[in-house]
């Protein structure tokens, strides 16, 4: 345009304007990129209008993108000029190798800068896979593409794109090695490092439920993963974590503490909610009644679960009045009671079962005072006492010993059998050791109190020969007492027993002692006998003093005692 202003415009040479044009349409320099316009589109071609004398020509399948042509006509597009063909007939122009030749600067600033690229899986090869980034080949070693624990197979990461670590380019091949786990782990790291700078305790969180096991949950919050505790997931008893959560479930947890120096983060889910027991005592005071399901058991009782976050501990002597009660109780039993205290520190309301029922103690005590008599059934016989039951919750014991005043048997069989109806008085109700003793000899007042009266000393009382021993007999006295007649005392005369007397004999004796203390009665017959002849030769003096025959004299009183 200078040189047509400098000869006058329209006086210019046709020289000067054929030089020109011949300048314009000099051809670029080999491996340029150009800019043109695109002139043509047909099934194998592109024409692109670069301001050459002819156009140029780009295969259709370098602006294929998912099976479709990505560009119109008109469009103006870069291109990479690479010479002259068919004679000058036509330019050979590339997309792809100006996008080919973009990707690898891509790659070479991230190899320097460490910035991930995005590349696509293209296939499984020995070793490894091979992806794609634009028009650039990778290669990812098998033990880089993923952790360990990855449940991928190798042909499932085909077709799908990743983020990976540039570990070294081949400029001459046009390719470059890669790790997609590297630039996991780092992603990891940094991702860390940014969340435990923003994070504090007491924030909120959403996060996704990772694994679960019995003892709790593991979160996943992007870079981090979250401890969530079995006993922070819900107020009151969580058995299993499986009752309240499922793997893949999306929760807003808050932060209950913070590791920095092991990266460590524990959330609770209860938090988020208001705890229940802080209602508790308004809801359930000491005195009211409450309704629940039995969830654990104790060493010394039962947790049940009244409400979602309050709980009720059931001691073991509350459940029943009787201490030794086999009262089965298991999880999942529903039970009934009374609160009787409430417990902040351990957050647990204390639960009488037992203050709902009627203490059989008392009812005893009422229905069967002590000093009453009672009718019942034997229930067993054993070697110390005899089982009666009498119609209340606890059998009565009748021991040996409360059997007779007089004599404690050996063997209960002989005088009793299982099915016998028997009266007892109720001796003592023992609710501490859950004893019920009775007694059957104390329906009879104790002969022993009586002795005194019963067998005075000096008494004179006809016996029956009860056994033979060789110190003596033993004989039966009133009110089944049994006496001993020592051997000295069985006749003026040094006898022996066996000798003189029998099993069953009746014989005459005086009581000469009774020992209430001891419980024995001491007898003589000698004694006896000395005391008849005393009383034979009073009364032979009596007769004396009243006759008024002459001849009852003293020598003839002897004389007929001699001839007796």
Avoid at 31 to 55: C, F, H, M
Avoid at 85 to 112: C, H, N, Q
Avoid at 423 to 442: N, T, W, Y
Avoid at 470 to 487: C, S, W, Y
Wanted: aromatic residues 8%.
């Amino acid at each position: 345009m200078s040189r047509i202003n400098e000869n006058g415009g329209d006086n210019m040479r046709m020289e000067d304007f054929e030089a020109m044009l011949e300048e314009s349409l000099q051809q670029p320099e080999k491996n340029s990129v150009v800019k043109g316009t695109v002139a043509q589109i047909n099934d194998s071609d592109v024409l692109v209008n670069i301001g050459y004398k002819t156009e140029g020509i780009v295969p259709t399948s370098e602006f294929l993108k998912d099976g479709k042509i990505s560009v119109k006509v008109g469009d103006e597009i870069e291109v990479l000029f690479l010479g002259v063909s068919g004679g000058g007939g036509y330019l050979k122009l590339s997309r792809k190798a100006i996008e080919k030749e973009t990707d690898w600067v891509d790659v070479d600033k991230s190899l320097e800068s460490g910035a991930p690229l995005t590349v696509k899986i293209t296939a499984v090869v020995d070793k490894g896979f091979l992806g794609k980034y634009g028009e650039i080949e990778c290669f990812i070693p098998e033990n880089h593409m993923d952790f360990k624990n990855s449940t991928m197979k190798p042909e499932e990461y085909i077709g799908k794109s990743f983020e990976v670590k540039v570990l070294k380019s081949n400029k001459k091949q046009r390719s470059f090695l890669a790790s997609r786990k590297l630039h996991m782990i780092q992603s990891i790291e940094a991702g860390k490092k940014e969340f435990f700078e923003g994070i504090e305790e007491g924030q909120v969180l959403k996060g996704k439920v990772k694994t679960i096991k019995h003892y709790g949950a593991f979160m996943n919050f992007g870079s981090v993963d979250g401890f969530l505790r079995k006993n922070n997931i819900a107020w009151g008893v969580v058995k299993h974590p499986n009752q309240y959560l499922e793997e893949g479930d999306e929760l807003e947890v808050k932060v209950l503490s913070i590791d920095l120096e092991n990266e460590k983060l524990e959330v609770g889910l209860k938090q988020m909610a208001v705890d229940p027991w802080d209602m508790a005592a308004a809801k359930y005071p000491v005195g009211s009644e409450v309704k629940g399901m039995v969830v654990a058991r104790k060493n010394k009782g039962f947790v049940m679960e009244i409400e979602q976050g309050v709980d009720g501990f059931i001691p073991l002597e509350e459940i029943s009045w009787l201490k030794n009660a086999k009262i089965s109780i298991e999880p999942k039993d529903a039970v009934l009671g009374r609160v009787t205290d409430i417990d902040n520190e351990k957050k647990k309301l204390v639960v009488s079962l037992k203050a709902l029922q009627e203490n059989p103690w008392s009812s005893l005590k009422n229905n069967h005072p002590e000093g009453s008599v009672v009718a019942g059934t034997i229930k067993s016989i054993t070697d110390f006492g005899i089982f009666v039951d009498f119609g209340e919750f606890l059998d009565g014991l009748i021991r040996k010993k409360d059997i007779s005043w007089t004599d404690e048997p050996q063997d209960l069989n002989t005088l009793y059998k299982e099915g016998d109806k028997i009266e007892a008085k109720v001796l003592k109700i023992d609710p501490e050791r859950e004893r019920i003793s009775l007694g059957i000899k104390q329906m009879e007042t104790n002969p022993w109190r009586e002795i005194g009266k019963l067998l005075p000393q000096g008494k004179v009382v006809e016996v029956k020969v009860l056994s033979i021993r060789k110190d003596g007999l033993e004989v039966e006295l009133p009110r089944e007492l049994v006496g001993f007649i020592p051997e000295n005392e069985l006749d003026v005369e040094r006898v022996d027993p066996a000798d003189k007397f029998a099993v069953g004999d009746t014989i005459k004796a005086v009581v000469f002692r009774n020992d209430a203390k001891e419980r024995n009665v001491l007898l003589s017959v000698r004694r006896f006998q000395q005391d008849s002849e005393k009383r034979e030769v009073k009364e032979y003096l009596r007769r004396l003093e009243q006759s008024d025959d002459s001849s009852f004299s003293l020598g003839n009183i002897l004389k007929d005692k001699l001839q007796q």
